[in-house]
């Protein structure tokens, strides 16, 4: 950390993504349980949530290697899943681009649903900040979630089998989105993209390899371009 | 034989992630971005996440596609807290909470 307002955007950094360790403990755990009881061993369970950190495409994953599906399936399937960080990737690179390529090669690593949702919350609020305290927020964030992530994918594969269904974990998951895009809805345009999305996910959703989810997101982004151009000329 | 399958999965995955997640914050660094895929990227959130939630709520897993009213309440309620209050904690807090509780009353 260069000097100490960097160092106290590292520490509100770690605080605003504090809260959600509590849900990616859960998922984290979730998912050693499950691979666990799929057969896998401790070093690919470890692997797995190390290499990839991104939950949903990791049960995607599971579940089609189960199903014995082919490889080229699989990756497209749960690759399809993680596009939506190529759009987290080009939201954030406007607010830590002028970082040296370690420290973006650093937090590339880990811009997850929860470190993106809550550093964009931040950035969005605060967009005169200086690239330093962005990053450091950005790491403060990292922080925080990473070795939750870590430790909990370790015990999830220790616990094994030993969290019973009426725990209803698998509701973690939605709930998490739900809470990472709730406190955003701030603005007309915003609420009119967040309904335009779940419409077209609603009716798009017999799309393959979760295709849908990319054609919901690129015409709700448009919606909500269009409504603010469309308020601001009403303001004007 | 599976653990051939397990193992090109981990690391293909791994390293196909790691590039989306690269790509722009890698590839176009400081430069400016045009005003108009700015306003786009400011509803990268409200567009992605919900597209992603909306079928897992209407038709949840844990039921087999069935829609279930304890997770459309807890669902429900997570949404109205988290816009109401502004905060994912107390989004995810009241969406558990309704869910355990329905889960219990209606299960």
Same mark, same amino acid.
């Given at each position: 950390?260069?000097?100490?307002?960097?160092?106290?955007?590292?520490?509100?950094?770690?605080?605003?993504?504090?809260?959600?360790?509590?849900?990616?403990?859960?998922?984290?755990?979730?998912?050693?349980?499950?691979?666990?009881?799929?057969?896998?061993?401790?070093?690919?369970?470890?692997?797995?949530?190390?290499?990839?950190?991104?939950?949903?495409?990791?049960?995607?994953?599971?579940?089609?290697?189960?199903?014995?599906?082919?490889?080229?399936?699989?990756?497209?399937?749960?690759?399809?899943?993680?596009?939506?960080?190529?759009?987290?990737?080009?939201?954030?690179?406007?607010?830590?681009?002028?970082?040296?390529?370690?420290?973006?090669?650093?937090?590339?690593?880990?811009?997850?649903?929860?470190?993106?949702? &809550? =550093?964009? /919350?931040?950035?969005? $609020?605060?967009? @005169?900040?200086?690239?330093?305290?962005?990053? !450091?927020?950005?790491?403060? %964030?990292?922080?925080?979630?990473?070795?939750?992530?870590?430790?909990?994918?370790?015990?999830?594969?220790?616990?094994?089998?030993?969290?019973?269904?009426?725990?209803?974990?698998?509701?973690?998951?939605?709930?998490?989105?739900?809470?990472?895009?709730?406190?955003?809805?701030?603005?007309?345009?915003?609420?009119?993209?967040?309904?335009?999305?779940?419409? &077209? =996910?609603? /009716?798009?959703?017999? $799309?393959?390899? @979760?295709?849908?989810?990319?054609?919901?997101? !690129?015409?709700?982004?448009? %919606?909500?371009?269009?409504?603010?151009?469309?308020?601001?000329?009403?303001?004007? | 034989?599976?653990?051939?399958?397990?193992?090109?999965?981990?690391?293909?995955?791994?390293?196909?992630?790691?590039?989306?997640?690269?790509?722009?914050?890698?590839?176009?660094?400081?430069?400016?971005?045009?005003?108009?895929?700015?306003?786009?990227?400011?509803?990268?959130?409200?567009?992605?996440?919900?597209?992603?939630?909306?079928?897992?709520?209407?038709?949840?897993?844990?039921?087999?596609?069935?829609?279930?009213?304890?997770?459309?309440?807890?669902?429900?309620?997570?949404?109205?807290?988290?816009?109401?209050?502004?905060?994912?904690?107390?989004?995810?807090?009241?969406?558990?909470?309704?869910?355990?509780?329905?889960?219990?009353?209606?299960?």
């Amino acid at each position: 950390m260069r000097s100490t307002t960097d160092r106290s955007a590292f520490f509100s950094g770690l605080r605003a993504c504090a809260p959600f360790i509590l849900v990616v403990v859960p998922f984290g755990m979730l998912f050693g349980v499950l691979a666990s009881e799929a057969g896998w061993d401790f070093v690919q369970i470890l692997a797995m949530g190390f290499l990839v950190i991104a939950g949903a495409s990791q049960f995607a994953a599971l579940q089609l290697i189960g199903e014995q599906a082919p490889f080229l399936i699989i990756l497209a399937t749960s690759l399809a899943v993680n596009l939506r960080m190529a759009m987290y990737s080009a939201s954030i690179a406007p607010h830590i681009g002028p970082a040296p390529l370690w420290q973006r090669a650093l937090a590339a690593y880990m811009l997850t649903d929860q470190t993106y949702g &809550v =550093a964009i /919350n931040h950035y969005t $609020m605060h967009p @005169n900040e200086p690239w330093t305290r962005k990053v !450091a927020y950005f790491f403060g %964030a990292i922080t925080a979630i990473c070795p939750a992530w870590y430790a909990s994918t370790l015990a999830g594969a220790v616990v094994g089998q030993a969290i019973p269904g009426e725990f209803a974990l698998d509701f973690a998951i939605p709930i998490t989105f739900i809470a990472l895009f709730a406190p955003a809805l701030r603005s007309l345009p915003h609420l009119v993209a967040a309904v335009v999305s779940i419409v &077209v =996910a609603l /009716n798009l959703a017999w $799309m393959p390899y @979760n295709s849908w989810m990319l054609v919901a997101a !690129a015409v709700a982004m448009v %919606a909500g371009a269009l409504t603010e151009v469309w308020v601001e000329r009403r303001g004007a | 034989m599976n653990d051939t399958l397990i193992w090109s999965v981990i690391v293909a995955l791994g390293i196909g992630t790691y590039l989306i997640r690269f790509s722009f914050i890698g590839i176009i660094g400081d430069r400016e971005l045009p005003s108009w895929v700015l306003r786009l990227l400011r509803y990268v959130p409200v567009a992605v996440m919900p597209a992603l939630v909306a079928p897992l709520v209407v038709w949840p897993e844990a039921t087999g596609g069935e829609p279930d009213l304890p997770r459309i309440l807890a669902a429900s309620a997570a949404l109205v807290v988290g816009a109401w209050r502004r905060d994912a904690l107390a989004s995810i807090i009241a969406g558990m909470a309704v869910l355990y509780l329905a889960l219990w009353l209606l299960g």
